[in-house]
């Protein structure tokens, strides 16, 4: 296993190139969603795809997840935004840097943009947004319902029952990092990004977002909040759509590299 | 003095995977289970995703970069990957150093 001290906690880091002898088309950090994921729901998914097409790929577990440490706090965005520096830092990552991030990995990504513009060449949001007004009241609710209904292990059981063992081993892990660390009492605290913030986004950004989901809705408001934002909605999709989804996504992904780094035909 | 290096058999590659499992879920800190072809990650062994992760780097360390893990799982469903049990990863393994 790799790891990287970054901003003073252990970080999980796996990093994929292309194959020997192909030259390196650019850097691209993926950054995965909250509570029970990891970035293995990249490893088995983008990450090769990505690099076998010629990219850099960065993938690393958020702080408190995968086997990133868990501090008992530091759970506010800005944590996590700190986290991230560090570690392009310490990766010795000091070139252009394209984001890919799944719902809160997403809203990461915004504000990493905000942080290195001129580090951050795109970002691809998978369901999701920047941390807002309207986010952080989201994140609240979700949150504090989650540490409300924290499943002891009758429920769990009843939840196996019902969902399966998957299902079940996932409620486990939430419940515990929930129970185990201020992520649900701090996270809310993010100071919120204005619409002037926002403009502040200069890089090309490719929303991608599933009918059926409930960010859908965002669709439209962030097209409009961003200077340079393009939107793909995937029918009869919900949240999950980097698991879903993968083949679509790999394409998307893929296709909006070689787009952003076509090289012009001398 | 060169050696060639046999292909190893499907119960030595078992033999080399079980003994990198017992090494990941010591970390997780899981008691010792006899790890078979039959042995499914994720319900005998409790095994997330992440740690899959971990195995294949520990296989590619010992294996060089004929296996790849991402690969052999990149074309799985959720499902599947869900439902894999050690005897797949052992003949994947096996196939790829024949």
Do not use: K
């Not at chain 1, 506010?76 to 990995?105: C, I, K, M, R, T």
């Not at chain 1, 997403?106 to 001129?118: I, Q, W």
């Amino acid at each position: 296993m790799s790891f990287l001290e970054a901003n003073g906690v252990r970080c999980h880091v796996q990093r994929l190139g292309p194959p020997e002898g192909t030259p390196v088309r650019g850097t691209v950090l993926l950054i995965h969603g909250m509570l029970t994921d990891s970035l293995a729901s990249y490893y088995f998914t983008l990450g090769p795809t990505l690099a076998a097409a010629g990219h850099d790929v960065i993938m690393y577990d958020l702080r408190g997840h995968g086997r990133s440490a868990r501090p008992a706090s530091g759970y506010q965005l800005e944590h996590f935004l700190d986290d991230a520096e560090a570690l392009l830092d310490g990766l010795g990552v000091d070139g252009p840097v394209h984001l890919l991030g799944n719902s809160f990995g997403a809203t990461l990504a915004f504000g990493l943009a905000l942080r290195r513009p001129a580090q951050v060449a795109s970002l691809v949001c998978l369901e999701s947004m920047p941390a807002t007004a309207t986010w952080v009241t989201q994140i609240d609710d979700v949150l504090q319902r989650s540490l409300a209904g924290l499943p002891n292990e009758e429920a769990i059981t009843l939840i196996e029952a019902s969902h399966g063992a998957h299902t079940a081993r996932m409620a486990r892990r939430a419940a515990r990092m929930l129970s185990t660390t201020s992520l649900a009492t701090e996270l809310p605290q993010t100071e919120p990004l204005s619409a002037e913030d926002l403009r502040g986004v200069r890089c090309p950004v490719l929303a991608v977002y599933g009918s059926e989901s409930a960010m859908v809705e965002q669709l439209d408001w962030l097209e409009q909040a961003l200077p340079d934002c393009r939107s793909v909605v995937l029918q009869g999709q919900e949240h999950s759509v980097l698991i879903e989804a993968t083949e679509t996504l790999r394409l998307l992904a893929l296709d909006w590299l070689d787009e952003l780094e076509a090289v012009p035909v001398a | 003095m060169t050696t060639t290096q046999q292909a190893p058999t499907e119960q030595e590659v078992l033999t080399a995977i079980a003994g990198m499992l017992t090494e990941v879920l010591d970390e997780i800190g899981l008691d010792d289970v006899e790890i078979t072809m039959e042995t499914s990650f994720t319900e005998d062994l409790e095994i997330e995703s992440i740690d899959l992760v971990t195995l294949a780097g520990a296989l590619r360390a010992h294996w060089g970069d004929r296996v790849n893990v991402a690969d052999f799982i990149a074309g799985m469903e959720l499902d599947e990957i869900i439902e894999l049990r050690v005897g797949s990863l052992v003949r994947y393994v096996t196939a790829q150093l024949a």
